[in-house]
């Protein structure tokens, strides 16, 4: 049980390796689940350091998360700007594209989670 835990947690870490589009950005991934049928449920926390950004990309599932330190302006396309504080949660519609960017002079600190369809990658870089 133990190796298959390690197993999927190192896979997960090589997804968000790949995954990483700007420099600076930290991912650590904390759990990844097959759960419910036919996705993957991944949970992580990402950091990104004063005026750093995700970059805009897709999921192709929802994400959630949750942020715990700092302040980020959420830009997702079809939806106003948001400022999110530490505190803050939101939720992001599968297949739509979106950034994180870093509002102020701190570090910001994110737990997300994603579930997503298990065939496809974690997330796509928008065109």
Do not use: C, N, W
């Amino acid at each position: 049980m133990l190796k298959k835990t390690l197993l999927a947690l190192t896979f997960a870490g090589f997804a968000f390796a790949a995954y990483a589009q700007q420099p600076g950005i930290k991912r650590t991934p904390l759990q990844k689940i097959d759960f419910p049928d036919g996705y993957t449920t991944v949970t992580a926390i990402a950091e990104l350091p004063p005026g750093g950004a995700a970059g805009r990309h897709t999921h192709p599932g929802v994400e959630t998360g949750y942020v715990m330190e700092g302040e980020v302006d959420l830009l997702i396309d079809g939806q106003p700007d948001k400022l999110l504080k530490a505190g803050d949660s939101y939720v992001i519609p599968a297949g739509v594209v979106h950034d994180a960017k870093t509002h102020g002079e701190k570090p910001l600190k994110i737990l997300g989670i994603y579930i997503f369809d298990k065939t496809k990658p974690l997330a796509t870089p928008a065109k």
